[in-house]
């Protein structure tokens, strides 16, 4: 699959760390400036019956995606993604409890080799 | 917080685009950065095609994906998003939806159609299959939310793989649609 932009590269990423809090860390820029995809995780303020559902959909997407070869990252994460993961049969990507852009930003080079 | 925008999937993510739509190598920022420079806070929906037929899929029309299998794996995705949508709704947010028109599935106002459209992947070049109307999955969201007595919200889609395309009309709509509420 060839024909388009794609960067081959897909982060599962805590809905926190795309919808920051002032002052709080802001993944959405260094996603796009390292040509990263995004899975958004549920939010932490979500209760459980909501959050389930939508974590077991974040994990198999990224199925999807690991099955054609894709690079896949967590960054930040969320109760229960290794579970989830697991279920779907992906192997545990690589993750990160980024503290900084540029910490993220090496992360994140460094797993899209 | 002025208000929560579900947007499709691909907004996030243009690897989850059929072959060749992809547009950008992962999130797709105008339009995330009007959302943002507002202030609204993003969630983001499944792709219902991505975890059906998968990367490899063809392009389609809505009646080649509408069988009763893909609508109940698209009630399935959109259950667990009209759980939050009714969060938010019922914590008094506003929420919008921010779809992808010409989508069989995540089409707003146009989708595809073409009820002859089938076998080898190929028809006269020229042939028009957008149409007015939803996507599947859209029409799936509505018809969970109406189940739990929560109002559609607002939405448009994006209009990105059109033929018309205007980056800078589908920013002034996305920012009169937020400010519509």
Known sequence: MEGDERGFRVALVSGELLNPAPGALDAMPVLVEEDWGAIQLPAADYPADVAAPLLDQAAEQAEEFARHGYRLAVVGGHEGLAEALERHGVQPPPQIDPTSASELRSFLLAAGR | ?181
């Not at chain 2, 547009?23 to 219902?48: F, H, K, N, T």
């Not at chain 2, 899929?57 to 794996?73: G, I, N």
């Not at chain 2, 109307?133 to 189940?147: H, P």
Request: hydrophobic residues 40%; contains cysteine.
């Open chain 2, 1 to 181: 917080m002025p208000g929560v925008a579900f947007v499709a999937h691909c907004l996030l993510n243009q690897n989850s685009k059929t072959d060749g739509g992809a547009r950008c190598p992962g999130i797709y920022s105008p339009l995330v950065d009007e959302l943002r420079a507002r202030g609204w806070r993003i969630e983001q929906m499944p792709c219902p095609e991505l975890a059906f037929t998968g990367l490899n899929r063809f392009w389609a029309v809505k009646e080649q994906l509408d069988t009763s299998a893909y609508r109940r794996h698209c009630r399935r995705l959109a259950a667990a998003v009209a759980g939050a949508v009714e969060l938010h709704v019922r914590r008094g947010d506003d929420v919008i939806l921010v779809g992808i028109e010409g989508s069989p599935s995540m089409g707003v106002h146009v989708t595809s159609s073409d009820p002859k459209r089938g076998g080898r992947p190929t028809w006269p070049e020229g042939t028009d299959e957008l149409s007015p109307g939803s996507g599947i999955f859209m029409e799936e969201l509505t018809a969970e939310l109406a189940e739990r007595g929560v109002q559609t919200p607002r939405a448009m889609g994006i209009r990105h793989q059109l033929p018309d395309h205007d980056a800078q009309a589908e920013q002034a709509a996305l920012a009169e649609l937020m400010e519509a509420g």
